[in-house]
């Protein structure tokens, strides 16, 4: 198996952020907005979009299976979304079958290993958001890694 490597993010000017930020949907109000209009389709999404360098993104962790950046949009000091490099029609956990085991217990390592490598030895928080109640916005499996802060319980 091919080793992990750490890549250093390149600097961006806000240009690059406007490009970031024009592929993705009109500002609306909240998250659960964004999710509620959000369709699943078969159409390339932002994070494919990442994936193949066609946007830029702060790449903190890359494998041959997974990719993993900083959230545009941090919810906690640390904030990375790690998602598989080959969709093979994982838009969403529901969407699993046996043969995702792989990818998802790799995913699951993975985030781990950046964990550690953001110096979150105190603790974080894993979320995956599955369907619009559950405020997901791209349909492309994800997960979000949070850290950095003190989490409550229930999330809200």
């Known amino acids: 198996m091919r ?5 250093k993010p390149s600097s961006s000017g806000t240009g690059r952020l406007q490009l970031l930020t024009s592929h993705l949907l009109p500002p609306m109000a909240s998250e659960k907005d964004a999710a509620l209009a959000a369709v699943p389709a078969d159409s390339p999404t ?3 979009k990442i ?3 066609e946007i830029p993104a702060k ?3 890359e494998d041959e299976k997974v990719l993993a ?8 000091p640390t904030h990375i979304v790690i998602i598989p490099k080959l969709k093979d029609g994982l838009t969403g956990l529901s969407k699993a079958e046996e043969r995702h085991c792989e990818i998802l217990g790799h995913l699951l390592y993975s985030a781990k290993r950046i964990a550690e490598q953001e110096g979150l030895e105190d603790g974080f928080r894993i979320v995956i958001n599955d369907g619009p109640k559950g405020c997901q916005s791209v349909y492309h499996l994800h997960i979000h890694l949070l850290g950095g802060r003190q989490m409550n319980w229930p999330p809200g």
């Open 59 to 61: 790449v903190v962790y």
């Open 69 to 76: 950046f900083r959230d545009i949009a941090p919810q906690a």
């Open 3 to 7: 080793q992990a490597t750490k890549i």
């Open 46 to 48: 932002i994070f494919d």
């Open 51 to 53: 994936i193949n360098k």
